[in-house]
């Protein structure tokens, strides 16, 4: 009785300190977001004094941030930006994974390596010819010029094949015998029951796509042009101390991030902690 | 696994047959039949091709020219003398030094904390671990830009609220300037950089601490081996395929993912003190328009963190025998 007891107490105190180490990091975590949301909706004279919650919520800095950069234009970009970049990422790396898992031909490891290859290859190494390129093409300035560079993500090509991988030959094999063509089996037969990893890439695609900053940087110029990261960073140099406005700023740009993870962080988190950082 | 291979053996064989006879009759179809799978990669070969092998090359050819990215103007030959140049650029060498730093300095957010974290919150009920899991890992999907943005109000010398804190909680004489100290600056960044990894790396302790069977644990027990000897003895080996990986990714994109920090929040200064290789590049190709030095600069940076990932690669093969 003794025994057990203590046994207990020990039990609860070390569960406890695991509590507060946890409630720790989550607070670090999370603060800065709550700090940005809590400033963007404090009024002018608040923003310097650390209260912790606003007395006057006040939407105004978001109006001014809203009303001094072509918010909605740039919003527009990055919406069509990440969707665009997203389904064709998504599209072609379903052909390629099923090509790998489909078939075996000549070279299918030696490409399959080059794939897996060019996550040593880092954006700033390729980035001069590239923009010669898009600067010659006259696509500086232009949706195009930001969506057609990033239409293959190898990351997406090599967890889509592990995906195909597990998927059971028996049933192709059986549409193949019902006389289907290999695209309808991809499409009638593979596509459906992989819906679930697919969608969780392609959520992983869009979030990437979307706070994408580097490309951007490079190949546009005018905020009307670019997308909403690139936006927030040159309204943050312009406006050195409108703290109120630019953490609205900061918010808006961040929002369709979080609702996607607020809806769906379970997928959200599995999805990169399988697949690592790329 | 074993039902799918098990059954299409057993379907394989008959059709086999017949298709061996069509082979035959159909000569052309089947021969363009081949050809498919290339068909159906054929997006993915272009565009790496295009986008990110062709680039390659070109840089590579582009560290021997001198160039100043303008259209109009002619490349020239220089050979190795930018190779030269930038070597023995005092630049360079903070650069190096400060890649090292980003490198040393994120790996206590990327494997120290999240692994003694890890290992302390192990058995953690369902239902608290799924909410911690939701909370620590959101800073991973904020983009750069506005994590940049957050953190330089917060840690602002004089209105932002840590140097505030700071200032009640231990009476600091003055505030300190987190991004305008050349003391202070590449810690500030090399933290911000962690900060968006820990919870990350946690998850991904967390996930490989599960995998572990728990019946070494139990034995480990009987033998009356202590928390500490089951840690070291254990629980250490069995994540080390674990530990690896994360080495290597943050060994080879610390600097990388700090390039977005430095650009926004720095541009490499006080001084260069926050300068890392990337961001010399950077400052090479698109403010001083020396395209001969950006090159010969990416082409060592490419072969340098290849060699270490190679070595990486290896390392990782020879510890897999702990995956059981």
Same mark, same amino acid.
């Given at each position: ?77 990055? /919406? ?54 898009? +600067? ?9 010029? &930001? ?23 028996? &049933? ?21 029951? &992989?819906?679930?990893? /697919?969608? +969780? ?60 993870? &607020? ?16 | ?33 081949? %050809?498919?799978? #290339? ?6 070969? $272009? ?8 680039? %390659? ?12 990215? $303008? ?44 692994? @003694?974290? @890890? ?52 009476? $600091? ?17 090399? !933290? ?12 991904? !302790? ?10 070494? #644990? ?26 690896? !990986? ?5 060994? %080879? ?25 990337? #961001? ?28 270490? @990932?190679?070595? !990486? ?12």
């Amino acid at each position: 009785m003794h025994l057990t007891s203590a046994r207990r107490n020990k039990l609860s105190a070390s569960t406890i300190s695991k509590h507060a180490v946890l409630v720790a990091l989550s607070f670090l975590a999370i603060f800065p977001l709550y700090w940005m949301i809590v400033t963007s909706l404090k009024s002018e004279g608040e923003i310097f004094n650390a209260s912790l919650l606003p007395h006057h919520w006040t939407f105004d800095h978001y109006k001014m941030a809203w009303d001094s950069i072509p918010m909605a234009r740039m919003l527009g970009n990055s /919406i069509g930006v990440s969707l665009l970049q997203t389904i064709c990422q998504v599209v072609t790396s379903i052909l390629a994974a099923y090509a790998f898992t489909r078939w075996d031909f000549r070279g299918s490891s030696l490409i399959y390596g080059l794939i897996g290859l060019t996550w040593l290859v880092p954006f700033q190494v390729i980035m001069i010819p590239n923009y010669v390129v898009i +600067s010659n093409f006259g696509w500086r300035d232009t949706l195009t010029g &930001l969506i057609v560079p990033n239409i293959v993500s190898a990351f997406a090509v090599m967890q889509l094949y592990n995906a195909f991988k597990s998927f059971p030959k028996a &049933l192709i094999e059986a549409a193949r015998l019902d006389g289907a063509s290999d695209w309808s089996i991809l499409w009638r037969t593979v596509f459906p029951n &992989l819906k679930a990893s /697919i969608a +969780s890439i392609g959520i992983l695609l869009f979030i990437t796509s979307w706070n994408d900053y580097f490309w951007p940087l490079l190949v546009t110029t005018k905020m009307e042009h670019s997308t909403i990261q690139k936006g927030l960073q040159m309204f943050m140099s312009s406006e050195m101390n409108l703290w109120g406005p630019l953490m609205a700023a900061t918010t808006i740009a961040s929002l369709p991030v979080l609702i996607l993870y &607020l809806l769906l962080q379970r997928q959200i988190i599995d999805s990169f902690v399988k697949g690592g950082l790329r | 696994m074993n039902y799918d291979s098990a059954a299409a053996t057993g379907t394989l064989s008959q059709p086999k047959a017949k298709l061996r006879a069509k082979k035959e009759r159909q000569a052309l179809p089947v021969r363009l039949a081949k %050809l498919k799978p #290339y068909l159906y990669l054929l997006p993915v070969m $272009l565009s790496i091709a295009y986008w990110i092998y062709r680039p %390659l090359i070109q840089t590579f050819r582009l560290s021997f020219y001198e160039w100043n990215l $303008l259209p109009t103007s002619a490349e020239k030959y220089v050979g190795m003398k930018n190779f030269r140049n930038i070597v023995t650029l005092p630049e360079m060498g903070t650069a190096l030094l400060n890649t090292l730093i980003y490198t040393v300095g994120v790996i206590p957010f990327a494997l120290i904390i999240p692994i @003694a974290i @890890a290992i302390m919150t192990d058995n953690i009920g369902k239902r608290s671990k799924n909410m911690y899991r939701a909370l620590i890992f959101l800073p991973m999907i904020m983009a750069p830009v506005a994590v940049s943005s957050v953190w330089r109000w917060i840690m602002h010398p004089t209105n932002g609220i840590l140097n505030q804190t700071l200032q009640s909680w231990f009476g $600091l004489a003055e505030p300190i300037r987190f991004f305008s100290d050349a003391k202070w600056a590449i810690w500030s960044i090399t !933290f911000i950089t962690g900060w968006k990894l820990i919870g990350f790396s946690t998850l991904i !302790f967390s996930a490989a601490m599960t995998g572990i069977n728990r019946e070494y #644990y139990e034995a480990a027990k009987i033998d009356r081996a202590s928390r500490w000897q089951i840690v070291r003895h254990i629980t250490l080996p069995l994540l080390s395929p674990t530990i690896l !990986f994360m080495t290597m990714l943050s060994t %080879l994109f610390a600097s990388e993912w700090s390039f977005s920090y430095v650009n926004v929040l720095t541009q490499g200064g006080p001084l260069g003190s926050t300068t890392n290789i990337y #961001y010399l590049l950077w400052k090479y190709g698109f403010q001083t328009f020396s395209v001969g030095w950006s090159s010969a600069a990416a082409v060592l940076i490419f072969i340098g963190f290849g060699i270490i @990932a190679l070595g !990486f690669m290896k390392l990782t093969r020879k510890l897999s025998f702990f995956d059981d």
